[in-house]
């Protein structure tokens, strides 16, 4: 059987969803086909259930992408604030959890919810379990073969995300049929994703794993102010799921295990103080106990027992400088497995930045992930879903 429409939109998530019934608002004929067998399974396991589905400080330096500006109109025509009032219009509680993230009072499904009544409300029909085996254009119009069925448009517009979390059914879909119509794609990679660790650090992350630290971690152009936590396969939270995203194979991250403090300065401050407290009591003050024991235990400026009054200078500030930048050597990442997010996708030189129509492939359209723009954590790429979706829609 076919069915026609004037747009078909592959892909049920956020950015599938949600320009669908915007397009269908404007009037149009709208089918969205998703591959698995419910709507929204990325937005109903985010924030940890609870969708963190955007964040009050949306800036554009907060996405990664070759071209830093493409993002720049998308969230201009659509931003944090239209969403939010989107989110208030359904009376979907929420707070802020911190740095602007906004969640869920309650559980993602509302988001979702919202969306499909959003869809079912403007006319957009979303039809699941359709596994798209071929895609063609005539010319005129785009076919989409769909199991059994076929599917017709004018307008395409692939939603289909990236590789990352393929348990629940994602794949790097969007990025063939990209190259399929000639669009050039950057290589992909997983983004906000946990390290791993092989060398000699392993049994401290072992030995630590749980254990949780505010740090501030800086690799290439990256820099943030958030937590760590070991694990038993090495390094993860926010600090390093965000710093992931700018570290490349073999490079170092440095670690600031005491942001914000002068150690060295302080050291000596206490040593006229408090000169009988040992190195291992300072340090668990200023972390934890088990961190100050494990850690002091690798590192041979000096003994963990030695008093503040034995120290001298140089120890002092040979002590400071490997707890202010301690230099961390990932062997790799947990892949997509674990990844929120993947960097990389359709090049953004292919794309307006003000409709996200190819510009070599009339009708047909990229949004959200399958883009190479890619947000920080806590909000940024379901804000980039929104946005893309509806400077899409708006131009159909």
Known sequence: MLYESDVIVLGA???????????????LSVQVLEHANKPGKKILMSGGGRCNFTNYYIEPSCYLSHNPHFCKSALSQYSQWDFIALVEQYGIAYHEKKLGQLFCDDKAKHIVAMLLDQCQQHGAVVRLEVPVTEVQHDGEHYQVQGGEHSYRASKL???TGGPSIPTLGATGF???LAQQFGLRVYPHRAGLVPFTITDQLRSLCQALSGTSLAVNVECNDGYFDEDMLFTHRGLSGPAMLQISSYWQPGDAVRVNLLPGSDSAQELRQLQHERPRLSVRQWLAEKTTQRFAEQWLALQ???????SLASLNGEQMDALAQQLHQWQVKPSGTEGYRTAEVALGGVDTDELSSKTLESKRQPGLYFIGEVVDVTGHLGGFNFQWAWSSAYACAQHL
């Open 13 to 27: 998530g956020a950015a599938g969803l949600f320009c669908a019934a915007q397009a269908a608002s404007r009037g």
């Open 300 to 306: 041979s400026v000096c003994d963990a027992t030695t």
């Open 174 to 176: 969007g990025y063939q």
């Open 157 to 159: 517009v692939v939603a």
